[in-house]
């Protein structure tokens, strides 16, 4: 159903993106991804790394690292998918928004809403610095 393939819109080291293998109804279970979860107060650490940009916040008191192909769906402000947390099989589940054609990239909303346009973290550093030299 779905495949790890090179994406245009990650502008990152590989550039990867989770990609339809075949027609996915709306409303379909894409992935099933497992939770690695772990304190927020050891959300510290990970920020330090890599990892920070990759992480989503698990209930109230943790965070957590998704496996499988959870951590490789890009964003969009107009997603073809969402995402669930399954606290009791320790699973973020993705299903299809709308219908997703074959050979066309999944992508969620990073804010964890379909209809959430507020800025993502990784770019607010970026549009106050931008702001600053606007002025």
């Known amino acids: 159903?779905?495949?790890?393939?090179?994406?245009?819109?990650s502008d990152g080291e590989f550039n990867r993106g989770v990609f339809a293998t075949r027609d996915i109804k709306k409303g379909e279970l894409i992935h099933e991804a497992p939770v690695l979860s772990y304190p927020n107060k050891e959300h510290e650490?990970?920020?330090?790394?890599a990892l920070a940009d990759y992480a989503f916040e698990y209930g109230k008191n943790h965070s957590a690292l998704l496996l499988g192909y959870g951590m490789l769906f890009n964003h969009s402000?107009?997603?073809?998918?969402?995402?669930?947390?399954?606290?009791?099989?320790h699973t973020f589940?993705?299903?299809?928004?709308?219908?997703?054609?074959?050979?066309?990239?999944?992508?969620?909303?990073?804010?964890?809403?379909?209809?959430?346009?507020?800025?993502?973290?990784?770019?607010?550093?970026y549009?106050?610095?931008?702001?600053?030299?606007d002025c």
């Open 1 to 9: 159903m779905i495949t790890i393939k090179t994406s245009t819109l």
């Open 45 to 49: 650490l990970i920020e330090q790394t």
């Open 77 to 89: 402000y107009t997603p073809n998918a969402t995402y669930d947390i399954n606290f009791e099989n």
């Open 93 to 125: 589940d993705f299903y299809a928004y709308t219908d997703i054609k074959a050979g066309v990239e999944i992508l969620i909303n990073y804010n964890g809403e379909v209809d959430d346009n507020d800025p993502l973290w990784f770019n607010k550093d």
């Open 127 to 133: 549009d106050s610095e931008k702001d600053k030299t």
